[in-house]
C-alpha cells in the first residue's frame, strides 16, 4: 500500500486500502486521485474495477464519509461515478440502509453551501458599499 503511494500508483493504492479495510488510506488515496487527475488513475477507473462485494463496502463507507462536511465533496463525486455502475438495490435493505443517509446528508451540504454563498453575496455587497463610500 504504502509502496505504491510512493511510487504514485494511486489506483493500486486504493484497490490495497479497501482489499485490507482500511477506509482511513481509501478516502486519502482517493482524494489524491481527484487531485492529481492522472491518466488511468482515476476514480471512474477505481470504481470501475471492483467487485459487487467491494462496491456494496466502497457504498457504505461513502455513506459515512457524507456525514461530515469535509468529506462531502469526496463522496459526492464518488456517489457520481458508482450510479454509473451500480446502484444497490440487489441485496434488501442495502438502498434503505445506504441511501437514506446519503440523500439526508447530502440535503445538509448543499443548505450549508447555500448558505455560504448567500453570506458572501452579503459581504460582497457591504464590500462593494464601501468602495463606492456610501458607508460612511
Known amino acids: 500500500l504504502?509502496?505504491?503511494?510512493?511510487?504514485?500508483?494511486?489506483?493500486?493504492?486504493?484497490?490495497r486500502a479497501l482489499e485490507l479495510n482500511r477506509?482511513?488510506?481509501?478516502r486519502t488515496t482517493l482524494e489524491t486521485m481527484l487531485q492529481a487527475n492522472l491518466e488511468g488513475q482515476?476514480?471512474?477507473?477505481?470504481?470501475?474495477?471492483?467487485?459487487?462485494?467491494?462496491?456494496?463496502?466502497?457504498w457504505e463507507l461513502v455513506r459515512d464519509w457524507n456525514m461530515y462536511a469535509r468529506n462531502s465533496a469526496l463522496s459526492h463525486a464518488l456517489v457520481q461515478e458508482l450510479l454509473k455502475v451500480d446502484v444497490p438495490l440487489a441485496v434488501p435493505g442495502t438502498a434503505k440502509s445506504v441511501l437514506d443517509p446519503l440523500a439526508v446528508y447530502s440535503e445538509r451540504h448543499f443548505q450549508r453551501v447555500d448558505r455560504l454563498i448567500k453570506d458572501s453575496f452579503l459581504l460582497d455587497h457591504a464590500i462593494a458599499c464601501m468602495d463606492n463610500g456610501l458607508v460612511e
Open 2 to 15: 504504502f509502496a505504491s503511494l510512493r511510487r504514485r500508483e494511486y489506483l493500486r493504492a486504493a484497490m
Open 23 to 26: 477506509p482511513f488510506q481509501l
Open 42 to 58: 482515476t476514480v471512474s477507473a477505481f470504481v470501475a474495477a471492483l467487485s459487487h462485494e467491494q462496491l456494496l463496502k466502497l
